[in-house]
T-cell receptor
Framework: DAGVTQSPTHLIKTRGQHVTLRCSPI?????VSWYQQVLGQGPQFIFQ???????GRGNFPDRFSARQFPNYSSELNVNALLLGDSALYLC???????????FGQGTRLTVV | QQQVKQSPQSLIVQKGGISIINCAYE??????FPWYQQFPGKGPALLIA?????SEKKEGRFTISFNKSAKQFSLHIMDSQPGDSATYFC??????????????FGTGTRLQVTL
């Protein structure tokens, strides 16, 4: 069985640009969460989606947005990129009823 | 606001020794406490998790000890091996909101197991 897949694995963007990160959850999982992990720190919660509805949002500016599609895959969008947005962006999926979350390998975003 | 405090920041243990990592939480609504292992360039992988209705859980060489009154929990890695060298994160969540957990992570402990 495929695990959580994220694309792309690495990305370099310029300040002020927009970026879209993608996540495919484990088959049968209906919940997707996004996390930002700055180098040397623990992951910080950004969004949680369940059955295509936003169920939680962390302390991130409105430049960050996300959505979940009917097939339960998800996109994270970040507008007006700042140097401080450079981080590993992680996607985690779960069934939605069970509490165990499985993480993807992440997308390494570098803003220059 | 850091709701989960983790220590130490780094740890060096000899092969065969015991690695101990500690975490403390503030939010009494937390009801699920997992530990994740992360290798460089990879996403976190769940090691072991505990609910507060038990004081200890053991899976292989990994044990979680939980002290609800002190709001503390710890990970013990017995017979530590060089392959255990990684960064370990404690986390906490309140799954009683009805959907998959929003995890609050500690700051991480970089473990190095030497020969």
């Amino acid at each position: 069985d495929a695990g959580v897949t994220q694309s792309p694995t690495h990305l370099i963007k310029t300040r002020g640009q927009h970026v879209t990160l993608r996540c495919s959850p484990i088959s049968g999982h209906k919940s997707v969460s996004w996390y930002q992990q700055v180098l040397g720190q623990g992951p910080q919660f950004i969004f949680q989606y369940y059955e295509k509805e936003e169920r939680g949002r962390g302390n991130f500016p409105d430049r960050f947005s996300a959505r979940q599609f009917p097939n339960y895959s998800s996109e994270l969008n970040v507008n007006a990129l700042l140097l401080g947005d450079s981080a590993l962006y992680l996607c985690a999926s779960s069934t939605g009823t069970a509490i165990r979350a499985f993480f993807g390998q992440g997308t390494r975003l570098t803003v220059v | 606001q850091q709701q989960v405090k983790q220590s130490p920041q780094s740890l060096i243990v000899q092969k065969g020794g015991i690695s101990i990592i500690n975490c403390a939480y503030e939010n009494t609504a937390f009801d699920y406490f997992p530990w994740y292992q992360q290798f460089p360039g990879k996403g976190p992988a769940l090691l072991i998790a505990i609910r507060p209705d038990v004081s200890e859980k053991k899976e292989g060489r990994f044990t979680i000890s939980f002290n609800k009154s002190a709001k503390q929990f710890s990970l013990h890695i017995m017979d530590s091996q060089p392959g255990d060298s990684a960064t370990y994160f404690c986390a906490a969540s309140n799954p009683n909101t009805g959907t998959a957990s929003k995890l609050t992570f500690g700051t991480g402990t970089r473990l190095q197991v030497t020969l």
